[in-house]
């Protein structure tokens, strides 16, 4: 795809001050930038690239004035990191403006489907599947029965969303997620073996919830796993059985939710986390990556280590730990006076 200088300056409501008709098809940083390529400049740190760049347009905010001589097409505008950030915006729905059904695909009967969907190649839909308006569904991706999908989703290749799944609309979904699998349920047995309990329940996905790459939401044992609105989850994540996460909270990669507990709204929680079952986070917790969460948080709290306890007591403990060699020679010392 390319674009003129005249036409980014039109989305952006900004000036060209150069050619009009400079055209791009890539973007870049300021440092990198190369012909045919996009850049910005909003951090004085990086000014000096500005007269060295080979960008063919350089997104700058009203008040820069050159003082050397440049090569750069510039369009300027109120703040370029926010503009730079509304195009990129841009060029992402453009990139994934992508309507049609591919085949081979399988759609079952009873589906519906709104306006624009995307299905590409190798995808099945199940039964009595319900899907909104200007959905994109990449390749190779799994819908099974009764699934409800809103409005403007992407599910992008590969993703496999089981029976009953209920998401919202806005929702991203990167490749190789699962969800909607079995929770992790088996009960013992006399002789050592172990019944599976079946597992009935399903996932919620409320909207504008993204979910990473290789990331696996397990259903319920009975009732629903669910996750509210605004949640962010990283890649690699597991979600177990009946956990329900509260809105707008953000986790990052590798981290393990058991199953059956709760996590309030607006936490932000650390990588490869690991947070046992049945237990109740509050509100606007935060938790440091590589922590164990062994029992409920209250509201606002900040933790680390494993098992994790308050931030600030960890860190003074963690002086005193990194210190400890030299504390037992000192009272060994004190043992021989």
């Known amino acids: 795809m390319k674009f003129t200088a005249e036409q980014i300056a039109g989305i952006l409501d900004g000036e060209v001050i150069g050619n009009p008709n400079a055209e791009v098809h890539k973007l870049a940083k300021i440092e990198e930038g190369t012909e045919g390529s996009l850049t910005f400049l909003s951090n004085p740190k990086y000014q000096n690239y500005i007269y060295s760049t080979q960008a063919t347009i350089t997104i700058v905010n009203t008040s820069f004035e050159a003082e050397q001589p440049i090569t750069t097409t510039l369009i300027k505008v109120e703040d370029a990191y926010q503009s730079f950030s509304k195009l990129l915006e841009y060029y992402n729905q453009v990139k994934l403006m992508k309507s049609g059904i591919e085949q081979p695909s399988v759609i079952s009967e009873n589906v519906t489907y709104g306006e624009n969907l995307y299905l590409g190649s190798f995808c099945y839909v199940g039964k009595n599947v319900t899907i909104g308006n200007n959905v994109k569904i990449y390749p190779n991706t799994f819908i099974g029965d ?125 990588g490869q986390v690991g947070i046992v079952g049945h237990i109740v986070i509050g509100n606007g917790v935060r938790i440091q990556a590589q922590s164990g969460i062994g029992k409920s948080i209250a509201d606002g709290e900040t933790v680390q280590g494993t098992p994790a306890f308050n931030y600030g007591d960890f860190t003074k403990s963690y002086v005193h730990f990194r210190n400890l060699p030299k504390i037992v020679s000192d009272i060994e010392d004190l043992k021989k006076k």
């Open 146 to 270: 009764n699934v409800v999908i809103g409005d403007n989703c992407v599910f992008f290749a590969g993703v496999r969303i089981y029976s009953e799944t209920e998401i919202g609309a806005n929702c991203v979904i990167h490749s190789g997620s699962i969800i909607g699998s079995d929770g992790f349920g088996f009960a013992p047995l006399e002789d050592g073996t172990y019944s599976k309990i079946p597992q009935i329940g399903n996932v919620i996905l409320e909207d504008n919830v993204e979910v990473g790459a290789c990331t696996t939401i397990d259903r319920a044992t009975l009732g629903s796993t669910i996750i509210r609105k605004g949640v962010k989850l990283d890649n690699q994540i597991q979600i177990a059985h009946n956990v329900e996460i509260g809105e707008n909270t953000v986790i990052a990669s590798q981290t393990g939710i058991a199953g059956s507990t709760k996590i309030g709204k607006n936490c932000l929680i650390g």
